[in-house]
């Protein structure tokens, strides 16, 4: 069973049923799931997470799902990998990347929708739908498929070859939309009132949210208990982002780790950075731009939850950055050739954002930093235009060692 009481307005606090609902009737705010934290500490601790699946689902007392045996392709539980090799590239003794990439459908998204889907099952919808720029599609697509659910999936006409096949592997309905993520969100905003299905991102969105702070459960369990000194996360929507947040929150809450004092960094690519220009002008307000960037999973102009991200950034003392599309890349290469880990864009994003924090001096040496890398890189190869220069040899030692250079002398066999 669950220990979520309801959903309650993040801005004046009043309080709703565990609904399909996502926005406040009174003031138009977002809605947030809310718990009974002293009914979880009673059965919680590090001991029954310990013996729990490796799965999000080690923290099923912390998210809003009443089901036991929840329908999970095996999200979560991704490595936190020690950095040394970046960490040294860029002036960091205790640098950690949080592999995202490793999920069933290659991006955290799995673990928004494990929980969205779940729930609306629970609500008996037969149907679910979402606005995505691409990855949450395919999840919500992979999920539909193992929960036997019908889905449509709504993206942007212009999302990557790889993308799109990443999707139409699990054969949801597919529907591309002539217009920007803003708008493919719109439309959905729109026929959620139309078609009673489950939007994951629009009706759902509460459920969906709570998915995303299972990364920050993982990331203090892994560590043995404890909350990093800095964050770096990617926003599009900030939601993500603010869910970090919550989820170190909780778990002070609920005493399984100590007091937090972490610092909140959020990184956007600069084609698509309202959250970063509001805080840079220190203004509280997010305004909306005309996305403009290859970093599409997070080219989104109008951010749902952009404020609460500026306030999340701002009150943990931490910080905005964006980054370049060409800084991006070469931050996916740098992730790529010094840990081994191919990201997409936005994971590259994270990378500049970091070494410009570091360069700054805004994130020092000793400070145990956490990257979380959000995507994988293979399927939108596109993005990576570097020429690529393979030596071209005859299938003969004599071609290879000459093409290679090493044929200096010709010793002829012993
Ligand atoms: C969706 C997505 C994000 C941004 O998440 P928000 O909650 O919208 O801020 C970041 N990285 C990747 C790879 C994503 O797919
Ligand atoms: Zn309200």
Avoid at 349 to 371: M, N, Y
Wanted: aromatic share 8%; with cysteine; hydrophobic share 40%.
């Amino acid at each position: 069973m669950t220990y979520a009481i309801g959903l309650r307005c993040r801005k004046c606090g009043r309080e709703y049923p565990l609904q399909a609902i996502h926005i406040c009737d009174f003031c138009l705010s977002p809605l947030e799931v809310s718990y009974d934290y002293k009914a979880i500490s009673k059965v919680i601790s590090r001991d029954t997470i310990a013996r729990g699946p490796t799965t999000i689902w080690r923290y099923r007392h912390l998210l809003p799902v009443n089901s036991g045996e929840a329908t999970d392709i095996g999200t979560g539980f991704t490595p936190l990998v020690k950095a040394d090799n970046l960490g040294e590239e860029i002036g960091l003794e205790k640098l950690y990347i949080k592999n995202d990439c490793l999920n069933p459908t290659y991006s955290f998204k799995d673990r928004a929708v494990s929980v969205a889907v779940n729930k609306a099952k629970e609500l008996n919808f037969d149907t679910v739908a979402c606005a995505s720029t691409g990855n949450l599609a395919a999840s919500v697509a992979a999920y539909a498929a193992k929960a036997k659910m019908k889905a449509y999936v709504f993206v942007p006409a212009g999302v990557e070859a790889g993308k799109l096949t990443g999707i139409a592997v699990y054969k949801p309905i597919i529907v591309t939309v002539d217009g920007s993520y803003d708008d493919v969100n719109r439309l959905c905003a729109e026929l959620s009132h139309r078609y009673s299905w489950g939007f994951i991102n629009v009706n759902l969105r509460p459920y969906y949210a709570e998915g995303s702070k299972t990364i920050s459960y993982e990331i203090c369990e892994q560590l043995g208990w404890q909350a990093p000194d800095c964050i770096l996360a990617p926003a599009g929507s900030g939601l993500l982002f603010t869910r970090l947040w919550k989820g170190l929150q909780e778990l002070s809450t609920l005493d399984l780790i100590g007091p937090v004092n972490t610092h909140m960094f959020v990184l956007q690519a600069q084609g698509s950075s309202p959250i970063v220009h509001a805080f840079e002008a220190g203004n509280l307000h997010v305004h909306p731009v005309k996305a403009n960037t290859i970093v599409s999973s997070i080219a989104i102009g109008n951010p749902a939850d952009g404020y609460y991200a500026l306030m999340t950034a701002r009150g943990s003392g931490g910080g905005a950055v964006s980054v370049t599309d060409d800084e991006a890349i070469e931050g996916v290469l740098l992730l790529a050739q010094t840990e081994g880990i191919f990201a997409e864009a936005a994971g590259g994003v994270v990378i500049a954002g970091l070494k410009k924090l570091v360069s700054a001096g805004v994130i020092e040496k000793h400070h145990l930093t956490v990257a979380v890398i959000t995507g994988a890189g293979p399927r939108t190869q596109e993005t990576i235009t570097h020429p690529i220069k393979p030596f071209t040899v005859w299938p003969s030692v004599e071609s290879f060692e000459e093409v290679l250079g090493f044929r200096t002398i010709d010793i002829g066999g012993i």
